[in-house]
């Protein structure tokens, strides 16, 4: 499979760092936003096609889960991502 390889930038940086986020308490989406330099919208967008919806008849990977918790939307790491966080090569810092 060469899915780490085909995985786009965002997608790439939202893995590595949900990966380095406490297992429990997952990340709070203004927190992950502020972190990567996206706007919350653009975040929830990629997380949308990277949770298990299913969109256009194809369910998604179900890499990432994102609750809400009483006023805040919190991101966390499902199975399926930390697998392939640990298939995938190191994040690059940003140039």
Same mark, same amino acid.
């Given at each position: 499979?060469?899915?780490?390889?085909?995985?786009?930038?965002?997608?790439?940086?939202?893995?590595?760092?949900?990966?380095?986020?406490?297992?429990?308490?997952?990340?709070?989406?203004? @927190?992950?936003?502020?972190? %990567?330099?996206?706007?919350?919208?653009? +975040?929830?967008?990629? *997380?949308?096609?990277?949770?298990? $919806?299913?969109?256009?008849?194809?369910?998604?990977?179900?890499?990432?889960?994102?609750?809400?918790?009483?006023? @805040?939307?919190?991101?966390? %790491?499902?199975?399926?991502?930390?697998? +392939?966080?640990?298939? *995938?090569?190191?994040?690059?810092? $940003?140039?």
């Amino acid at each position: 499979m060469t899915i780490g390889t085909d995985l786009d930038p965002l997608s790439h940086a939202i893995l590595h760092a949900l990966a380095d986020a406490p297992r429990d308490g997952g990340v709070s989406l203004p @927190r992950l936003g502020k972190q %990567l330099g996206q706007g919350a919208s653009v +975040l929830m967008r990629q *997380l949308t096609l990277m949770g298990d $919806a299913t969109l256009g008849g194809v369910r998604g990977p179900g890499w990432v889960r994102v609750v809400q918790m009483d006023d @805040r939307w919190v991101v966390h %790491l499902e199975a399926p991502g930390r697998a +392939l966080v640990a298939a *995938l090569p190191p994040q690059e810092a $940003a140039s």
